[in-house]
């Protein structure tokens, strides 16, 4: 039995730890209490300085509903989330990169056909994206289901404006074709800024950090036997891929939009990587 005390805090806490607790959850959990109580033991808070920690964890969880998620914003824009994405898809050479989903998905998107338009509000400058799905070896992968979406031309998602963007607006799910071809039309996305007005954001500000994201299209790309790919493609040129706030550019990932009439068009080729 260990009675707690300062230099003993971690062993108190994890001697309460059940002999039969499941093994994952007792290795997380050990290493949870060993980090949280060598941080309060490096920084040494005030009773104020823990109160107000506190504060902000109940403030974040408050800020989330069914059409935001706070948390996933916090653990976004302080990099936990490409931490944990990176370690989950280490993928081959050659495979499309993963980045982050994002707090702004939203499930069942309507099914549209290649050559479709996403944008149901007609902002902004009209963009063709082109591309294939193949494998590893350059194979076309049929029937891959393409899910796209993006901020409209005034920076927002459809959920981030209920009542005044269309429903599902800059949204869809397509199909490649037989070979592995899919393209539809959206418009040239533009940088933005991530919500500032909850307790991430003052974090931010308290960290001298700004808030945007360079300009991007979210896809999740999934094909039975391969791994589910959840990536962005970034407009080369913007001004914020190196200082992304939620830190999900990657190189690979950097796209050319070219001029094309009076619009726009980009070209994307996704790599699948099969299940093992």
């Known amino acids: 039995m ?11 806490v994890l001697s309460r730890l059940a002999d039969d607790v499941e093994p994952r959850f007792r290795e997380m959990m050990q290493a949870a209490v060993k980090h949280l109580h060598g941080f309060i033991k490096e920084v ?12 902000f ?39 499309t990169e993963n980045t982050v989903l994002g707090p702004f998905h939203v499930a069942k998107a309507p099914v549209r056909e290649n050559g479709d338009t996403i944008c149901l509000d007609g902002k902004g400058a009209p963009c063709a994206v082109t591309g294939r799905v193949t494998d590893e070896n350059g194979n ?4 891959a289901k393409i899910d796209v979406w993006q901020t409209n031309d005034d920076g927002f998602y459809d959920v981030q404006q209920p009542g005044v963007q269309p429903d599902m607006n800059m949204r869809g ?3 490649s074709d037989a070979d592995g071809r899919y393209d539809f039309i959206t418009v040239k996305p533009l940088p933005y800024s991530i919500p500032t007005d909850g307790p991430v954001g003052r974090m931010l500000d308290a960290m001298g950090r700004h808030a945007m994201r360079p300009a991007h299209i979210h896809y999740i790309v999934d094909a039975p036997g391969y791994e589910q790919l959840v990536t962005h493609i970034f407009v080369k040129g913007d001004p914020y891929l190196e200082s992304d706030a939620v830190f999900g550019v990657k190189e690979s990932l950097i796209v050319e939009f070219e001029p094309d009439g009076d619009g726009w068009k980009a070209d ?7 299940l093992s």
């Not at 040494?44 to 504060?55: L, N, R």
Request: aromatic share 8%.
């Open 2 to 12: 260990s009675y707690f005390t300062e230099d003993g805090s971690e062993a108190a």
């Open 44 to 55: 040494e808070p005030t009773v104020e300085e823990w109160g107000q920690a506190i504060q």
């Open 57 to 95: 964890l109940t403030a974040t969880g408050q800020m989330c509903d069914d059409k935001r998620q706070e948390w996933v914003l916090a653990s976004d824009t302080l990099g936990v989330s490409m931490l944990v994405d990176a370690i989950n898809h280490r993928r081959p050479d050659g495979a």
């Open 140 to 143: 076309p992968i049929a029937g």
């Open 173 to 175: 799910l397509f199909t």
């Open 268 to 274: 994307f080729d996704v790599t699948l990587k099969k």
